[in-house]
């Protein structure tokens, strides 16, 4: 072939190749986001419709139903399930296998502009692609049980520090898609009704609401220009303090005013509550840390964490009694299980040499295809990186799977280029009549692997999202271990085997003792000393079986 003698000729060419996959490699490794499993992301939207105050019967049936008789004639929705609460419809849609997210989104969103009859005071439907792979968080940060010694800080005011400071903060961080805040109350004004005042002003909830809404807006008024100034005009209208609701005019009759303090009473207050965290007994608040599709996992929670102690350090000088605390973190368990699978890599590589080196006896037959491992693996994440993947238990997996089957086709070409030595060829013609002559049933042994493995890299449901990785980087270290055995393997034997045309091939020491036999026949003992392909029928030998006493 004529792949085999230019590497032959050209190993300068070979080595450098070699070193620039390596190095190529070994920048892709550190790049690649690295993760527990592969990403799994179900084609999945979320639509969701607020109208607070109505009850989930109502809320499923003015909102929920008119948005399901328009949407279920998506294309390609494979199922749709919907939920109703307390102001609150949630419809989630589920697609077929392989389908375009964004398309999707527009074909749903189109479907919802065509909704005409939902209640004028619900908010319009938002849409939200969901992730299945990142929807729970990669770290969770609390604020620490404060010390006895300083002061007992109200729990709202720790939900303002955390709405105000801390959420901002950690959000601006690289990776990060969202922060989930849990425990404390948002701060609200609260008009509680008289219903029997109300009825005796002859004013319904929906009056008082709309009008309500109405009035807390800020309106643009224009410009106004006087002695080369410009001013922009506004009208102030939103709320500011539990006086100004209470004066708010919601009717005016022809003999009187009705105001929201005939038949109401504000109070500056909290929202429900609807969570609680707890920290050694201790009301506290907590934040979930939502990654972004295909962040690093690793490198997410090394600046998120790095984040925590900025912010301890800035709330200790602005003197807020509070600490950050991270509690949970996903890197702790992907760390241990990446050093577990790399640590049985490099066991399975370090026994795989040491079985070379007991079979084949020379070291330098087995540095030849020791040099093979690393390189494949190496060009192996390349190979990520361009597809996109990551580095997961199942990628290091499959390489681990896969170490034992890359030196297979570099064994066989290199027996074959030792057979050739014995002939006195030469290392030169040696290597490449050796090579030459197995490439086609390498090749062969090779399609018949790739034949298995990459058929699972083109399916499109759950189960080939999961092991898509373990089939890319079976198949890569395969077929790389082809590419490598026909140039790598002939370029490295003849750079470590000098061997001119006519000169006898002298096997190394571990060679020359594992290829010493002793043959037992019967009472006699003949040593063979040699190649290890001896010819049995040429020695001639007189045998006799005798029988043990």
Known sequence: MKLIDQSIRNYHSVTVVMALVV?????????????????????????????????????????????????????????????????????????????????AMIDVNNKLQQVKDLPVLSDKPTLKSVSTDNSNPIMWIVFDKPDPKMPKINQNY?????????????????????????????????????????????????????RLRDENKNTRAGFHDEEGRAYTVRG???????????????????????????????????KRTDSLVRIGGELSNAFG????????????????AKMVEKLNKELLNRGIPLKLKTVYKDVDYIDESMRLVKSNLSLGAILAVMVLLLFLGSVRSVLIIAISIPVTLMAVFIIL???????????????????????DNAIVVLENIYRHLTMRKGVLKAAYDGAAEVWGAVLASTLTTLAVFVPIVFIEEEAGQMFRDIAITISGSI?????????????????????SPGEIYEPGFLHRTLLRSVVIFGSKVVEVVGSSRVDLQACKLEYSIVSPK
Not at 480 to 496: A, E, N
């Open 23 to 103: 190095v190529v490699g070994i920048i892709c490794f550190n790049t690649l986001p690295r993760q527990l499993t592969p990403t799994i992301d179900k084609p999945l939207i979320e639509v969701r419709t607020e109208y607070i105050g109505l009850s989930p019967n109502e809320v499923e049936r003015n909102i929920t139903r008119r948005l399901e008789e328009q949407l279920e004639s998506v294309e390609g929705l494979k199922k749709m399930t919907s939920r109703s609460q307390h102001g609150l419809s949630t419809i989630t849609l589920e697609f077929d296998w392989g389908t375009d997210k964004k398309i």
């Open 158 to 210: 720790r939900y303002e520090i955390g709405k105000d400071i801390i959420i901002p903060a950690l959000r601006r961080v690289t990776g990060i898609a969202d922060v989930w805040h849990f425990g404390g109350e948002e701060r609200e004004m609260r008009v509680e009704f008289n219903p029997y005042s109300i009825a005796r002003l002859r004013i319904t909830y929906d009056e008082i609401v709309k």
């Open 236 to 270: 102030l209208g939103e709320f500011s303090s539990t006086s100004e609701i209470m004066e708010t005019v919601i009717k005016r009759d022809e003999d009187r005013t009705i105001r929201v303090k005939d038949f109401a009473v504000v109070e500056d207050s909290y």
């Open 289 to 304: 840390v939502i990654r972004k599709a295909g962040a690093n996992v690793v490198e997410t929670c090394n600046e998120a």
């Open 385 to 407: 990186k361009i597809l996109g993947r990551s580095i997961n238990i199942i990628s290091l997996a499959g390489m681990a799977f896969a170490v034992g089957m890359v030196v």
């Open 479 to 499: 077929a790389l271990s082809l590419l490598v055995s026909i140039t790598v393997i002939p370029t490295l034997t003849t750079l470590l085997i000098r061997l």
